[in-house]
């Protein structure tokens, strides 16, 4: 799907959107593809707070699923193996830079289970065990218009707020209709994380050639379900 930077807003909906890629992504990266979407936080806490019980249940039960001989093999599923062949593809080393879900995985056997964190973290990492499709939030406050994927211009800001760092020409970004918001499988832009007082997120997943849409949109909806549960 192609739409300029700054093409209007659509309606605010629970469903997911595709994301518009610029016509070089488009060209050298057809299958690359960004799926977003907005969720309230109906839950008591922050999304900055320790999370609950319920999320923390989750978390132990899934560090049983990834142990031994399934967090070796994880990179040669099918979904892990496709990230490996596209960070390759974009010039990163998987061996080096590391997958979400090798990355993931990799902590998992450092620290003998997936330790809880924030409510935010950690939904977003239930979402990428069941699914081995990375999410990310933006505050929606901090979004202007629908995101998409296109490459940065020489010395352009990874965000809007004071300091922002500058980006070398040619980096492949996450962005909105007035700048950068996040690096493509990198650093998100610091004005634009969500903050303990955020009510609404924009999440956003990217999927690869050999991973079907429908898996980004489920890891998407695993995240709602779990921020919208009150």
Known sequence: MSAPPGAPD??????????WRAREVEEELPELRLISSRVQILRREAVTAASPHDIRARLRALSNRFHGARAVGIRREPVPAAYRVFFRQIGLDPDIVRTPIEAAVRERMLRGGFLPGDLLEDVLLIALLDTGIPVWALATE???GPLGIRSSVEG????????????????LVIADASSPVAILFGELAPGHRPLAKTRELTLFAV???GVPGLYAEEALWTCQTAFESP
């Open 10 to 19: 659509g309606p605010r909906e629970r469903e997911p959107q595709l994301g």
């Open 142 to 144: 901090a979004v202007d």
């Open 156 to 171: 352009e800001l990874l965000g809007r707020s004071p300091g922002a760092p500058a980006l070398p020409a040619g980096r």
């Open 207 to 209: 999927a690869v050639a």
